[in-house]
């Protein structure tokens, strides 16, 4: 039985019977957001836990590559579907099948490289120079305001304008228009238990009202207009730089007729809007909720920036390798993140050996939540829950070749935007949106805590600096 299969892996006794275990677990992540729940399970439990009758937690980093490299190429499970709303199948995180995802992946992965990226950067230099003008403004009139729910904005906004060309306009009327953030908070809650119970996700999806394709004005507003974008496309040559997302996606129309249909370049840019705002607006928070509590942290961020001599909005260029800076979103990247859910693979014929020598049996659930490996004593010591942008700096007296190891060790324990071929295909978005604002709003501004911060409220009042 299957409950005999896993009996040598140790675990919670509720879980060995029931999802139920982790159903709850994973909700009340998502509401104690940034806590260490490794650590914990790893005491009683050690490195590799049963959390449901048929799906093992692995917490050892040394399995990353094991469970998630190529040369493996396991299968997602089934939680991802939770992920996507019903009618979309073809997303390219909720493709469980590796060849599937690979049909679905090709004709769109260079639109996300690095080279595409640099024709990118004016885009976000428009919605960065938005977000620095309605600070300006609430400067000058010396209103406090919540820069986390701004940061928020700006994340919508910058994904939709490199999406398909467009801001959603939350920054311009300073107001979550759509009711996106509240959306996606219930998503986020809805993904994270759901994700544990794939059965009760089936099920809700096919009652009627779980059907609906969710906000009505949003995807109003996306489809017109990225239908009137593909009206008026120029015709791109293969390798000419290109200004956003949906250009790739079009040109890559005639190469990969079958693939690039209207109704999967529209769910490729709407889950871009999610999956690219979401996790950002987790960062941000963070972020400003560290630095609006440490003005010393502040004060030696604005002290680099001005080293460096930069000129505002910085360029991409100027600031990808300042090492305080790069510290401080390494450490929000690190701790941010939430919920429970592990990035699952099933386990294929013959079952999985993991370096720790256990034996996972085909069949079986298998992953490490995303947020773990940044919890690792071993590698980060035991400050793990402190925000230290400092542990990713040389140390004073540390030799070039310890650093060196020791910030490879971290890298290699981090499993922020996963890892192999189902990463995150987003990253190199990721970090240029996040460095770039971040740099330009703490360069131009002095943040001011108002009061002590609470998720996504960090009410700051905000004091231009002088040039
Ligand atoms: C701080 C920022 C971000 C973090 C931490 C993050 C994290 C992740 C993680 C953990 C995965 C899933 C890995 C797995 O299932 O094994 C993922 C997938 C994905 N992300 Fe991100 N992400 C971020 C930003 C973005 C952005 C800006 C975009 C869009 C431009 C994006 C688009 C996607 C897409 C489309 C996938 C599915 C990829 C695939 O399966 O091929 N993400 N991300």
């Known amino acids: 039985s299957r409950k005999a299969r896993l009996s040598h892996i140790p675990g919670p006794l509720l879980a060995r019977y029931t999802d139920l275990w982790r159903f709850y677990h994973s909700w009340r992540l998502v509401k104690n957001e940034g806590k260490d729940f490794s650590g914990p399970l790893t005491r009683e439990y050690g490195d590799v836990v049963r959390i449901g009758p048929n799906t093992v937690a ?14 493996n ?58 977000l ?18 701004w940061c928020h904005y700006y994340a919508f906004d910058v994904i939709s304008e490199l999406t398909f060309g467009q801001p959603l306009g939350l920054l311009e009327t300073g107001k979550d228009i759509y009711g996106m953030l509240k959306l996606q908070k219930s998503s986020t809650y809805y993904a994270a238990s759901m ?40 015709k791109y040559q293969s390798e000419e730089p290109k200004p956003d997302l949906l250009a790739h996606f079009a040109s890559a129309q005639e ?41 010393s942290a502040q004060k030696t961020l604005h002290a680099e920036l001005s080293k460096a001599q930069c000129i505002y909005p910085v360029s991409w260029q100027q600031i990808r390798s300042l090492p305080y800076l790069d510290g401080v979103i390494r450490e929000a990247y690190r701790l941010h993140n939430i919920g429970f859910f592990v990035l699952e693979r099933i386990t294929p014929i013959g079952g999985l050996e993991l370096p720790s020598g256990h034996y996972i049996p085909a069949g079986v659930r298998v992953g490490t939540p995303s947020g773990a490996p940044g919890f690792r004593q071993s ?36 499993l922020t935007f996963g890892y192999g071929s189902r990463a995150c295909i987003g990253k190199n978005i990721a970090n240029m949106t996040i460095y770039k604002v971040v740099a330009t709003i703490v360069g131009l501004f002095e943040f001011e805590l108002v009061r ?7 009410n700051v009042k905000l004091h231009k600096r002088q040039p």
């Not at 007296?397 to 490879?408: L, Q, V």
Request: a positive charge; proline letters at 7%.
């Open 58 to 71: 692995v917490f050892d980093p040394a399995a990353i590559p094991i469970i998630y490299g190529t040369a």
């Open 73 to 130: 190429r396991l299968e997602k499970g089934e939680g991802y579907m939770a992920f996507v709303p019903a009618t979309v199948t073809t997303s390219l995180i909720a493709c469980l099948a590796e060849e599937e995802h690979s049909k679905y992946k090709k004709p769109v992965s260079h639109a996300y490289s690095l080279s595409a990226q640099r024709a990118y950067e004016p885009n976000v230099d428009r919605v960065v120079t938005q």
């Open 132 to 149: 620095a003008t309605a600070l300006t403004q609430m400067a000058e009139s010396k209103e406090s305001t919540n820069i986390s729910t």
């Open 195 to 234: 994700s544990q119970l794939p059965w009760l996700d089936r099920l809700l999806k096919r009652i009627a009202i779980f059907r609906r394709k969710g906000n009505g004005r949003f995807v109003e507003f996306v489809s017109s207009t990225i239908h009137r974008r593909l009206q008026s496309m120029p």
């Open 255 to 295: 190469r990969y007729p079958d693939v690039m249909t209207p109704r999967q370049i529209a769910i490729l840019c709407g889950s871009n809007l999610f999956a690219g705002s979401q996790s950002p607006s987790y960062v941000f928070d963070k972020i400003f909720n560290f630095l609006t509590t440490n003005p």
């Open 379 to 414: 590698v980060y010591g035991s400050d793990v829950t402190e925000f230290m942008p400092e542990r990713w700096v040389q140390r004073p007296g540390e030799s070039e070749d310890a650093y060196i190891n020791r910030k490879k060790r971290m890298e290699q324990s981090n």
């Open 452 to 458: 002590k911060p609470a998720p996504f409220q960090v």
